[in-house]
Each structure stands twice: as C-alpha cells, then as structure tokens.
C-alpha cells in the first residue's frame, strides 16, 4: 500500500507532462501501458518535446534502465523461472516489485515465487496505468503533486524495506556506503546509471566484508 500511494503522484505528474508536451490522451496511455517505466517516460516526454530522434530517445531510456539488468540477475539466484515466466516477469519488473520480492517474499509460505513476484508487479502495474488516466484527463484541474509534498512517500516505502535487513554491522555498512556513493553520484550521473554503480560496488563491498569476516572466523 505505501508504494501505491507513492506512484500515484508520479504518474499523475508524468500523464501533466506528457500532456503538456503535445501527447493526445492515448498516447500517454498507451506509454504507460507498453513501457511502464516512469523515469523513461518523463524523460521521453522531454525528449519528444525537444525532437529528439528515435535513436536518442531508446538510447536514454536504455541508460536510465540499466539498473533492471542487476534486479534481474538478483532474482535468478533466488528464484528458478522457466524462459516464458522470465519474458512475463522481466516486463513488469520495477524498482518498487523488486523490492517487495526480495523482502516480503521470501517471508511467505515456501519462499519468493513467480505468483508472488508476478501479483506484485501487475498489482503496480494497475495503480500506474489508473493514476495515469485519470492525469491525462484531469491534468489540468489536479493541484501539482509535487506541491502537495507526496513525493516523500517513496523514499519512506523503500526504507521501511530496507530496514528489516539491517541485521548486523555488516549490512547496515554496506547500505550506509551504497547509499552515501549514491548521493555523491547522483550529482554528476543520471539515476538509472546511478543505482547501477551504486548498486554494484555495494555488492563487491558486501561480498569483500563477508569474505573477508569468514576467513577471521575460520580457526586456522
């Protein structure tokens, strides 16, 4: 639910600004119900504005998700799909569906599984696409979402992930360094490459740390 009520706003604020840059109400739908990836879709709404050509707009998305290729190999250790299960889930794959799969999946009856990992996506999936119809139609009379400073809701929702698992001094390094070489990144890279840095030196932080506690730990 906390993630719920934070997409709302950005789609409502993405359907404003494709509206704004000449999109008819069925394109920005149609953008939210063949892509749904909100940062591509802001930054598509710019670009079409702009005139940027095909090639430019794919290539900027393509960098703003680049983060999915480490989502992806994070669920194949943990959850055996067969390739059409693959195709489904990786189409709906969010940062938000991660992040409910990886911490309140594995807490269910027999673990992560594709039902639970494909319930979350579409249950995000529905939100986006509905938040995104009623700001294409009602845009224009909507107070600004931003305004109405709604937009900390998603950072609150990640945390509330995040903190059950905290559990030692360990992870609670890891994700302290991640996220302090997020902020510092985040000021000269765009966000999708962003995550991806971020997200990959916090793993070769965490698998150093761990291997290295192992061989202290192990008698001699």
Same mark, same amino acid.
């Given at each position: 639910m906390p993630l719920w009520l934070g997409m709302v706003p950005f789609a409502v604020a993405y359907a404003v600004t494709a509206r704004a840059a000449g999109l008819s109400v069925l394109e920005t739908q149609l953008m939210s119900v063949t892509v749904f990836a909100g940062?591509?879709?802001?930054?598509?709404?710019?670009?079409?504005?702009?005139?940027?050509?095909?090639?430019?707009?794919?290539?900027?998305?393509a960098l703003l998700n680049a983060r999915h290729v480490l989502y992806g190999l994070s669920l194949s250790r943990t959850l055996p799909l067969t390739?059409?299960?693959?195709?489904?889930a990786a189409q709906f794959l969010t940062d938000e569906a991660y992040g409910?799969?990886?911490?309140?999946?594995?807490?269910?009856?027999?673990?992560?599984?594709?039902?639970? !990992? =494909? #319930? /979350?996506? +579409? %249950?995000?999936y529905f939100i986006w696409n509905l938040s995104t119809l009623v700001g294409a139609l009602a845009?224009?009379?909507?107070?600004?979402?931003?305004?109405l400073g709604?937009?900390?809701?998603?950072?609150?929702?990640?945390?509330?992930?995040?903190?059950?698992?905290?559990?030692d001094r360990l992870t609670v390094l890891v994700?302290?360094?991640?996220?302090?070489?997020?902020?510092g990144l985040s000021r000269v890279l765009p966000g999708g490459l962003v995550i991806l840095l971020?997200?990959?030196?916090?793993? !070769? =932080? #965490? /698998?150093? +740390? %761990?291997?290295?506690?192992?061989?202290?730990?192990?008698?001699a």
């Open positions: 940062a591509s879709q802001f930054a598509a709404a710019g670009l079409f504005v702009s005139g940027a050509n095909a090639l430019g707009i794919i290539a900027t998305t390739r059409p299960q693959r195709v489904l409910v799969a990886v911490v309140r999946g594995p807490q269910e009856p027999g673990g992560l599984s594709f039902a639970f !990992l =494909l #319930g /979350a996506e +579409l %249950s995000l845009g224009a009379v909507l107070p600004d979402p931003a305004a709604v937009a900390v809701v998603f950072p609150l929702a990640f945390l509330g992930l995040l903190v059950p698992l905290l559990k994700a302290l360094a991640s996220g302090l070489g997020a902020w971020a997200g990959i030196g916090g793993a !070769l =932080l #965490g /698998a150093f +740390l %761990s291997t290295r506690k192992q061989n202290t730990e192990t008698p």
